[in-house]
T-cell receptor
Framework: NAGVTQTPKFQVLKTGQSMTLQCAQD?????MSWYRQDPGMGLRLIHY???????DQGEVPNGYNVSRSTTEDFPLRLLSAAPSQTSVYFC????????????FGPGTRLTVL | AQRVTQPEKLLSVFKGAPVELKCNYS??????LFWYVQYSRQRLQLLLR??SRESIKGFTADLNKGETSFHLKKPFAQEEDSAMYYC????????????FGKGITLSVRP
């Protein structure tokens, strides 16, 4: 199993550009989530999904959209990038929910100029 | 609202010294607590959770509901323990979320 994969590893955007961060898992996990990691802030939940077709907002959802059309994929879309979205983004998954171990992807380092 | 506080950003100890990474939480219901670790150039991964009551890599953590704490301890630190450690909290209720603390960097010197 590849586990949780994320692409790209690095990305530089200009303010106002849009892009999609990809996340996929091959463990048949129902629960998937996106976090951003900022220095001194820890990890903050952006959006999460409890299964295909179901998504919900986390702590810092503004400026991001998600969809969950399949169990395997959970892409994160930046609608109009802003410098405040410069961060490291992590995708995570677990079999059923938060009471289980979350499996994290390797992260995407995004810089918005 | 649930909150996790890790009061220190950095802990530096010598190899063989005891380690205690502090974690305090705020939640009115029945919490479930975890410690996650991120070694250099590796993914964030689960170290241990209170419900398992297990020792992983020599680390233990006891949930103290009276003090609302879940401190991570190891009696003798090793250089390979150097990493970033995050305490995290969730609950069993509806619409639960996983809340992380800000993390602490543990540096174990030879």
């Amino acid at each position: 199993n590849a586990g949780v994969t994320q692409t790209p590893k690095f990305q530089v955007l200009k303010t106002g550009q849009s892009m999609t961060l990809q996340c996929a898992q091959d463990m048949n996990h129902e629960y998937m989530s996106w976090y951003r990691q900022d220095p001194g802030m820890g990890l903050r939940l952006i959006h999460y999904s409890v299964g295909a077709g179901i998504t919900d907002q986390g702590e810092v959802p503004n400026g991001y959209n998600v969809s969950r059309s399949t169990t395997e994929d959970f892409p994160l879309r930046l609608l109009s990038a802003a410098p405040s979205q410069t961060s490291v983004y992590f995708c995570a998954s677990s079999y059923r929910g938060l009471q289980e171990a979350q499996y994290f992807g390797p992260g995407t380092r995004l810089t918005v100029l | 609202a649930q909150r996790v506080t890790q009061p220190e950003k950095l802990l530096s100890v010598f190899k063989g010294a005891p380690v205690e990474l502090k974690c305090n939480y705020s939640y009115s219901g029945s919490p479930e607590l975890f410690w996650y670790v991120q070694y250099s150039r590796q993914r964030l991964q689960l170290l241990l959770r209170h419900i398992s009551r297990e020792s992983i890599k020599g680390f233990t953590a006891d949930l103290n509901k009276g003090e609302t704490s879940f401190h991570l301890k190891k009696p003798f630190a090793q250089e390979e323990d150097s990493a970033m450690y995050y305490c995290a909290l969730t609950n069993t209720g509806a619409n639960s979320k996983l809340t992380f603390g800000k993390g602490i960097t543990l540096s174990v010197r030879p």
